[in-house]
Structures are given as C-alpha cells and as structure tokens.
C-alpha cells in the first residue's frame, strides 16, 4: 500500500517513539482501546509547543498517555500539563504510565472536574481528545482559559469523514456530527482564529487565538 508505505517513511525518519512512549502504546492491549493519537501526530504536537512557546498544556481525554507523554517530552523544565480522563480503568493505567514531574491526571468527568483549573488559567495550550458530543462544551472553556496567541487544537475532527460528506454515514450519530461541524465552523473563523484543519488519518485542527 502506497499510502502505508508514505506513513512508514514519515515515521520512521522523525517521529521514532522512545522506549517510554512504546512502552505506553503497547501498555493499551484491548483492541477497542487503541485511539491514540499516531506518531507523526504526536511529533506535531511537540512541534507546535515549541513553535508558541508552550509552557502549560490542557488535556481532555488521557486514555493511557501515549498524547500525553509526547507533549510532556517537548515542554521546558517549568512546564506542565494537566490531563483529564472520566474512565477510572484507564485512568489507573495512565497513572500507573504517566509517574512524569511535568504530569497531573484529574481523574473524572472533565465537564465536572476541568473547573478545578480556574485558578491557574489562561494555559498556552489545550489539546481536546475526548467525547465529540462535547467539543463545543470544551471550545466554549477554551475560548476563557487560553491566552491569547495560545493553542486549541481537537483531534479526530474530520469524525472519519462525516464531517465534509453529504450523507450521514451508519456509525456517526447526527448529533456528533453537528457538534463537529460547528466545532470546525467556530475555529475556521478568520476574526478570531489563524487556523486549518490538517488531513492527518483522524483529522486534526489546529487554531491560534487571537483574541
Ligand atoms: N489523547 C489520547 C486518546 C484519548 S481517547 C491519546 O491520543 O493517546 C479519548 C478518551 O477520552 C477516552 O479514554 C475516554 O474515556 C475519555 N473521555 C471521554 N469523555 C470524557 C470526559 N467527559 N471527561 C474526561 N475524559 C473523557
Ligand atoms: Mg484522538
């Protein structure tokens, strides 16, 4: 597969995993539960940290940390990022994964618990990774907590390619694609966002606020 073939290359030649981060990729063993990000995305990440300038991060949704740690690894020495994950059996996972100076997981719902943050706000970063149903819910927080000339960036935008078809397709419920969709409309706004939604297997956007 030629496509395949692209990847591997992409891969292979800037976006080696350390034997941490393979470590906690393969620690996700139940098949239903490997979506994580991919390499080459979590190598993205580092690099849009470095390019802002990021020191604190946002997370929603930890799973095992595999997107966790990645970023981790490209903070300075004084950064740090909070990571939110509502399942307590991957939670317990990720904390067993995640034993990281610059890591703190708040396990629980993140529509209860990411109030808990307030003081320390505005963050520099916030990467949303959760429930589709309520990326608008974590784009509404973001729009108060991160800084301006900050990052929003949501993973698996392009909701295996719901987001740009006509017909609904079977698995997608209607009203995660219009969670979706609105989620993309509101950060493609050129009066509030230098943005674009990057064609990565699952669909990545990524947003600088400017306001
Ligand atoms: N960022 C991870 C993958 C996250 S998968 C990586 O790339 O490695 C999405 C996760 O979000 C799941 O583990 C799910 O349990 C969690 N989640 C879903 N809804 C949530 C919520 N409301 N609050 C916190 N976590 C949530
Ligand atoms: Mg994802």
Redesign the pocket.
């Known amino acids: 597969m030629q496509y395949q073939d692209r990847l591997d290359y992409i891969r292979h030649l800037f976006a080696p995993e350390t034997p941490q981060l393979k470590a906690v990729r393969e620690s996700t063993t139940d098949k239903n ?1 490997q ?3 991919h390499p080459e ?1 979590g190598k993205l990440l580092q690099l849009l940290i470095r390019l802002a300038g990021v020191r604190t991060v946002v ?10 740690l990645w970023m981790a690894d490209a903070l300075p020495d004084d950064g740090h990022i909070y990571t ?4 307590t059996t ?1 939670a317990a996972r990720a904390a067993t994964n995640l034993r990281h100076p610059k890591i703190t997981l708040i396990t ?4 209860e ?1 990411l109030h808990s943050l307030h003081p320390k706000s505005p963050f520099d970063m916030i ?1 949303i ?3 589709k149903l ?1 990326y608008l819910h974590y784009l509404d927080w973001a729009e108060k907590h991160i800084r301006k000339g900050g990052l929003i960036v949501g ?1 698996n935008t392009l909701l295996f390619d719901a987001v740009w078809r006509e017909a609904l397709p079977d698995r997608i419920r209607q009203t995660a694609l219009q969670a979706m969709r609105e989620f993309n409309r509101r950060l493609a706004d050129p009066d509030k966002y230098t943005s674009i939604l990057l064609p990565t297997t699952e669909g990545m956007t990524i947003a600088r606020k400017e306001f």
Not at 59 to 68: A, K, P, Q
Not at 84 to 87: A, L, Q, S
Not at 108 to 111: F, P, Q
């Open positions: 539960d979506i994580s990000i995305e997370e929603i949704g930890t799973l095992s940390g595999y997107s966790t939110f994950e509502k399942d991957r629980g719902d993140a529509l618990t990467f990774d959760a429930d309520h993973d």
